[in-house]
């Protein structure tokens, strides 16, 4: 499941994967998992050499929860921070970054029961033969509404909606895995439905296909 920061993504990726017995990959934690480890070891985002030697020497895993594990230790909540959220665009964009995180993404996939994954390229470029794609998209006035009532700041809107239209822009103009809809998803409006309807819309194709 692929689809635009605050989209509702991992809310619904994590629920579908309840729902079917697989685990939840949340793609977009190892980004920023490596995003925290290149600033605690004063690597400029820049250097995309370094970034790519943090991205192959550190363990990534994920606990029961879903909850990305950086060598081991718990990467929340560091890897949500503003520092790590404001770079992780700069980091994510190397190539050689994404090749490391992209192989042990499908690594961690090969492994029984299987996964949903959620992402920017994971219907793309990481998973191409998935056997369900979807493409979740809601308008930039929506997200940064939902943000903000997440993070209880009202007030924050109008900066939020600036950083979401700021990623948004760095994410789908990249050189490398920049955001798209796959030509097979299924797209998917999140602004007018509620989480529990668009849970019951991914699981609807899923099952309709396995019925088929
Ligand atoms: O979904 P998120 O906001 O946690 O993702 C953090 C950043 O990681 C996002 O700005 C782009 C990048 N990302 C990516 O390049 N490819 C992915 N599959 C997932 C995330």
Do not use: W
Request: aromatic share 4%; glycine share 6%.
């Amino acid at each position: 499941m692929d689809g635009p920061a605050g989209a509702g993504k991992s809310t619904v990726a994590k629920r579908v994967a309840q729902e079917l017995g697989l685990r939840f990959l949340d793609t977009g934690a190892m980004y920023r998992a490596v995003t925290l480890a290149v600033l605690e070891r004063s690597i400029h985002p820049s250097d995309a050499d370094a970034c790519a030697e943090v991205a192959r020497s550190i363990e990534l895993d994920f606990d029961d929860a879903g909850k990305v594990l950086i060598d081991g230790r718990p990467g929340e909540p560091d890897v949500r921070s503003q520092t790590v959220t404001l770079n992780v665009s700069a980091v994510s964009a190397h190539p050689s970054v994404r090749e490391a995180v992209v192989a042990r993404q499908r690594a961690i996939a090969r492994r029984p029961p299987g996964v949903v994954a959620e992402g920017r390229d994971t219907t793309t470029v990481v998973f191409p033969e998935a056997d369900h794609k979807f493409f979740l998209n809601a308008s930039p006035d929506e997200r940064a509404r939902r943000r903000a009532l997440q993070e209880g700041s009202p007030d924050r809107y109008e900066e939020i909606l600036g950083d979401i239209q700021r990623r948004d822009d760095l994410d789908a103009t990249r050189a490398h895995s920049p955001l798209v809809q796959a030509d097979d998803a299924h797209a998917i409006d999140a602004d007018s439905r509620s989480v529990d309807e668009v849970v019951a819309a991914v699981l609807a194709v899923v099952r309709s296909a396995s019925r088929a």
